[in-house]
Structure formats: C-alpha cells, structure tokens
C-alpha cells in the first residue's frame, strides 16, 4: 500500500513545519536546514511523488536501490546515507549529490581515484560515530579531524561536512534527549575543523524521531524517512536476509 497523495503531502507539511518551528527556537531560518527524504524501502513512485511535490533532496541507503531510483528520477539530487563499500565507490562517484558515509581512509582513497578517473569532484561527508555504537557505523571522534583532513588533501573530493546517526535511545528516555549530547559534540567538532577545511560547514543530523533537537543544535541537513513516508514496508531482500539469519 502507498500513501495517498493527500497523506503524503500532509506528513511532507508537517515535518518542514517541526523543522521550522525547531530552527525558530533556536533562532535560526528554517531555510538554513535541508530536508533530505529517505525513500530507502518504498517503491519509486513514492520518490516520483515526492519529487512532484517539490522535495529536491532524496536519500537512500543501498546502492543499488539508489541508482534504481535515480534512472528514474534522474533531476533529484541524491544522497547516499548508508555504509559504502570501497568495490561499490565506482558506482556511486559522479552520480550522487552527497555521499554521507566516509570513514575510513581506504575509503577516501577509493572515492578520489574513482572520482579523478571520472574527471568529477565528489562530495562527501565524514560519518562519525559519536555515540561509539557498535551497531552504527561512523569513524570514530577522536579520528574524525584527521580523517577530515585527510580526505580533503586528496584530489577529487570535496569535504562538505560530518555526519552522525545517535544510538537508539534507552528505553523511556525521549530520542531528542538522548540524542542530544551527540549532535551537541558533532556540532563542536565540526566548529574545529572547519578552521583547517574551509567546505567543511554542513551537519547531517536528525531523523523522524529527534530532528526537532538536531535542529536546535545546529543541523544543517535532516534525513527523514518514517515521519514523510509512514512505516518502511519490508522488502524481499529483508524476508531473505532474516530467513537466512534463521
Ligand atoms: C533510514 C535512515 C534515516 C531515516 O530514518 P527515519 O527514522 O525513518 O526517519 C536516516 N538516516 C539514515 C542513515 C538512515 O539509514
């Protein structure tokens, strides 16, 4: 099932309006934060329908579910919001927007060979793991500035910023909350090393459940699935991957 086009234009509403409403508290414009919708899971159409509504940033997590989407939808800037494999950086050089996931060095060394041979620059944001979440992935706070600098002395990279995903909450404390202190701490350390690499101003985070707090700490992007889009259906691959694990 897909939601309406009513629906889908309502929760579209009501999510740029928590972002509004956040960046208003915390004495921002609204305007200073882009809506990136995570369409990883639901079909093309959503995106196709997304995109006629004006959403011009879309994210996704597979690669191969994101070049599917971006033939179809060849005009959206695409992001990259998942782990990425260094044999799968051909793919994705030149054609996303923004590749949210670097970090690691072999990584960066992937993405500028592959970009240098494409002849395009690519950017990119270096993932930190600030909550030292084994289940996410990210390099870690006390490598990040390096790793920053590091990929910015390479050709072909543009280093755009850093990006987190918190861990999950503990049970009854609100995700704003618990996420808080995380964004708080990638906010400083882009602060810092934004002297040495000029390009590096944006930070990716928030999601559906604590978008207002990364908001009000100084998110530049938000990458939103569920509160748009409602429950990710379950994919084939998911029924796969979950049979196989037994
Ligand atoms: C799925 C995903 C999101 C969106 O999560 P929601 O909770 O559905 O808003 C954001 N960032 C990353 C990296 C994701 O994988």
Redesign the pocket.
Known sequence: MTAGDGLLADRLASVRARIAAAALDAGRGPQEVRLVV?T?NHPVDAARQLALLGVGDL?E?RVDELLAKRDALPGVRWHL??RLQSNKARDVVGRVALV??LDRRSLADELSRRAVGAEVEQAVLVQVNVGDDPAKGGCRLGEAAALVAYAAALPGLRVEGLMT?PPLPPAGVPAGQAARPHFAALRRLRDEVVAGVPSAVELSMG???DLEAAVEEGATMV???????GA?PVTEQQVQREEAAG
Not at 223 to 229: E, M, P
């Open positions: 995570v990883k994210g997590n919001v998942g949210h996931g995903v999601m559906s459940d990458r939103v699935g569920t509160a748009v889009l990710r």
